[in-house]
């Protein structure tokens, strides 16, 4: 079982940045891939970006690409998701969610492990 926990969310102005973390207890990451999804009120949960369990392979959905850069420190069991240059569409509860063994995934579902969440608010 593979516990995750989010953190670094909070409010921002637009054009700032914030670096999101998602810590793992109960088993290494080192052998997942990870992922980053956010879901706004009212809308569906969707994909953010994705790191293959090396960190040798990402990939980001068009909405963040040049502005969110995803990584890993499999030793301390961590993955981060720094965000620059933000936009009022960018506010959303952002999880991150485990797969093992895998390759580059983007549907939540195929995730089974997910954290809490943490709010990004980005005012205008």
């Known amino acids: 079982q593979v516990q995750l926990g989010e953190s670094g969310g909070g409010l921002v102005q637009a054009g700032g940045s914030l670096r999101l973390s998602c810590t793992a207890s109960?088993?290494?990451?080192?052998?997942?891939?990870m992922g980053w999804f956010r879901q706004a009120p009212g809308k569906e949960r969707e994909f953010v970006a994705v790191?293959?369990?090396?960190?040798?392979?990402?990939y980001y959905a068009d909405s963040v690409k040049g502005r969110f850069t995803i990584s890993r420190d499999n030793a301390k069991n961590t993955v981060y998701l720094q965000m620059n240059n933000l936009k009022p569409e960018d506010t959303a509860v952002y999880s991150c969610?485990?797969?093992?063994?895998?390759?580059?995934?983007?549907?939540?579902?195929?995730?089974?492990?997910w954290g809490q969440g943490t709010q990004v608010t980005i005012s205008s």
């Open positions: 969610a485990a797969r093992r063994d895998a390759g580059v995934v983007i549907i939540p579902s195929l995730y089974p492990y």
């Open positions: 790191i293959s369990w090396s960190g040798g392979s990402t």
């Open positions: 109960g088993r290494t990451l080192s052998t997942y891939t």
